[in-house]
């Protein structure tokens, strides 16, 4: 790049050490001399610096000669890890940040940033949305990584198969399913990784209501090591779907994790605000084992779990966290969940009441309310039907709203969204389609959990900073990993030698657009994200040719000889 470019990079950045350098120490006659040259001079540099930044403004391409393959330039750059908050231009090449600086960087390909905010990609623990279409509706979220690890996948190798073979826009990984292994040890089920086969399963009796024997439970863990030797992140645990399944399977599966040093994922075993078998009981269970075996329990969408008892159960934690129990949380920020008709927790005397006092015209089904003859046709008919339903009822209870609050800034938790699939009818969408068709139905926060928080907690009401909001979804669910799973000691953080994944986003105008009414429409304000080093999102639209997913996995383990 020529010296008059690289000084017009500077100018079109617009921040401090930036602008055109003044001529100095220079003697007057010779100052004087050049003056009306200079005149001419600053001219032609104002026509070139306004047709550079139109380029700039569409994503302009540099020169050939470039140090790097893609520059940010000009924006607010925020690493939560170091504190940095600040103008700089960022600099990429082969899929990582090879600079962040104030300094001019010569680049193949420019993206103006100006008045946009340039973080590390969003993570997202929990997305159940692992098919093509949910994928690209989390990268207008922002999301660069989202991972299936509360319910996990069976068998690992085949669903990182699947994964690459289809191709991804985002990063994808998966813990190894618990519930699956012991739906194919109960059950004789096969092993499927997908959340379709586990939406089929929930009609088989024995996985989700019997007490395992220890030859089972020594099947089921025979099944997860397997899964964790060929690279699973972790082991899920989706305890609330088989709630009567033995506490000593529990602890002893824990113990496995702990032996390989990885998370668990844990949907909690009960589901309730009335004892017995209460959601408290079921945080207690947790904490115990955990401290017992010092496996890292992860809890799965604190807020939905724990209903109206958030405050009594944030203390539980909040106090074995003190105690150095390795225990880490999540929430979404919605008052209503979503799961299977078919779900334990909507079954038994007075299961109304134990969810808080939850009614039947809470229930959604495809958009629409149901009543109790629907809620209760569907259940028969269909019980792996996905419903959403409100478990609080922010819209009309201040309390309620406290409630949601208290579990979503709870110190040192992530965000996650608990994305579901997108049905039709009932039929789950798939392959390479794009824009969804407008009557997809899935929870809203499959669209836009992470937009929400932003404009919602950030932006509206004012109840975290920003860098604050953006720690809990970029470096937090990183760190929450990264001690079993290396490779995400490379993600979550904005610094040289960190991953090329971005979101840059107008802070001003980012939002969620979807509702319960109409959730298949896409987040808006993502003007690009940036998948190792490659646009997703590129001014606002979606690269369908774009697919730099990579897969997140532990390194695998040698085969025994």
Avoid at 169 to 181: E, M, N, Q
Avoid at 292 to 315: E, F, K
């Amino acid at each position: 790049m020529t010296t008059t470019k690289r000084n017009l990079v500077r100018g079109a950045a617009t921040c401090p050490g930036h602008g055109l350098r003044s001529i100095s120490g220079r003697n007057r006659k010779v100052a004087a001399s050049a003056s009306a040259s200079r005149r001419v001079s600053r001219l032609r540099r104002a026509a070139l610096l306004l047709g550079f930044a139109i380029s700039l403004a569409v994503g302009g391409t540099a020169s050939a000669r470039a140090d790097v393959d893609l520059a940010i330039i000009g924006g607010r750059v925020i690493d939560p890890e170091t504190g940095l908050d600040a103008i700089r231009n960022v600099g990429i090449s082969g899929g990582k940040i090879v600079a962040v600086t104030t300094d001019d960087i010569r680049a193949r390909r420019l993206i103006d940033a100006r008045n946009l905010v340039v973080s590390p990609g969003f993570i997202d623990l929990h997305s159940h949305g692992q098919q093509l279409p949910a994928a690209r509706m989390q990268a207008f979220d922002g999301v660069t990584t989202a991972l299936e690890l509360e319910l996990g996948m069976l068998p690992i190798d085949r669903y990182y198969a699947e994964m690459a073979r289809e191709g991804r826009p985002i990063h994808y990984g998966a813990s190894a399913s618990w519930a699956a292994a012991r739906q194919a040890v109960m059950d004789q089920l096969p092993l499927t990784p997908s959340i379709e086969a586990f939406q089929k399963a929930a009609h088989f009796p024995n996985w989700s209501s019997q007490i395992a024997s220890d030859a089972q439970i020594e099947s089921m863990a025979s099944i997860l090591r397997t899964a964790l030797d060929k690279g699973a992140l972790g082991i899920g645990f989706n305890l609330g779907y088989a709630p009567p399944s033995g506490r000593k399977e529990y602890y002893e599966i824990n113990r496995l994790a702990a032996s390989y040093d990885v998370p668990t994922f844990t949907h909690v075993r009960f589901i309730s605000t009335e004892e017995p078998l209460s959601s408290f009981e079921a945080f207690e269970e947790m904490v115990a084992v955990s401290a017992s075996t010092g496996a890292h329990m992860h809890v799965s969408h604190l807020n939905s779990t724990t209903l109206r008892d958030i405050p009594r159960v944030l203390r539980l934690i909040a106090d074995a966290q003190s105690h150095q129990v390795p225990i880490t949380v999540e929430s979404y920020p919605y008052p209503a969940a979503s799961t299977v008709i078919g779900a334990a927790m909507f079954r038994g005397p007075n299961w109304q009441e134990r969810l808080g006092g939850v009614r039947y015209e809470d229930f959604e089904y495809e958009g629409r309310a149901l009543d109790e003859a629907s809620f209760k046709a569907l259940q028969a008919k269909d019980p792996g039907a996905i419903i959403v339903y409100k478990y609080l009822r922010t819209d009309s209870s201040p309390q309620d709203q406290a409630m949601l609050d208290q579990a979503v800034l709870f110190p040192g938790s992530a965000i996650a969204s608990d994305t579901m699939p997108w049905t039709v009818d009932g039929k789950m969408q798939s392959g390479d389609q794009w824009p969804l068709p407008a009557n997809a139905f899935s929870h809203p926060r499959s669209a836009g959990t992470f937009s929400r928080f932003l404009r919602e907690y950030v932006r509206e009401r004012r109840l975290i900073s920003l860098p604050d909001a953006l720690r809990r979804i970029t470096l937090v669910p990183a760190q929450i990993l990264e001690k079993a799973v290396p490779q995400m000691r490379s993600k979550g953080r904005l610094q040289v030698g960190a991953d090329a994944d971005i979101s840059v986003f107008d802070p001003e105008a980012v939002t969620d657009r979807a509702t319960f009414s109409t959730p298949s429409q896409s987040s808006s304000g993502m003007r690009w994200v940036i998948v190792s080093g490659t646009p997703v999102i590129a001014k606002g639209v979606l690269d369908r040719s774009a697919f730099p997913g990579r897969p997140i996995r532990r390194p695998e383990l040698p085969a025994a000889d």
